[in-house]
């Protein structure tokens, strides 16, 4: 079992495409400022993300699929 991949929800696209090559990974999980997950981001993302022209500084957070807001504990 590997460990898991993390990139902040502020990190751009160059970024976390680049740690997808370099930790050899399908996924990288979303965290926020405090460390919480808030999403995931996967290769098929990131390739749907790379056709558009600005995609090297957009935002992580636009090629990410969202944490649902629930309780898992309750």
């Known amino acids: 079992m590997g460990i898991a991949i993390t990139a902040k929800s502020t990190a751009n696209y160059a970024d976390v495409l680049s740690k997808l090559f370099i930790y050899d990974v399908g996924t990288i ?19 749907k993300l790379s056709r558009n022209a600005d995609a090297d500084t957009l935002p992580i957070a636009l090629a990410m699929t969202r944490v649902p807001k629930c309780n898992l504990y309750s």
């Open 29 to 47: 999980f979303i965290v926020n400022e405090e460390g919480h997950l808030v999403g995931v981001t996967s290769r098929k993302d990131m390739l």
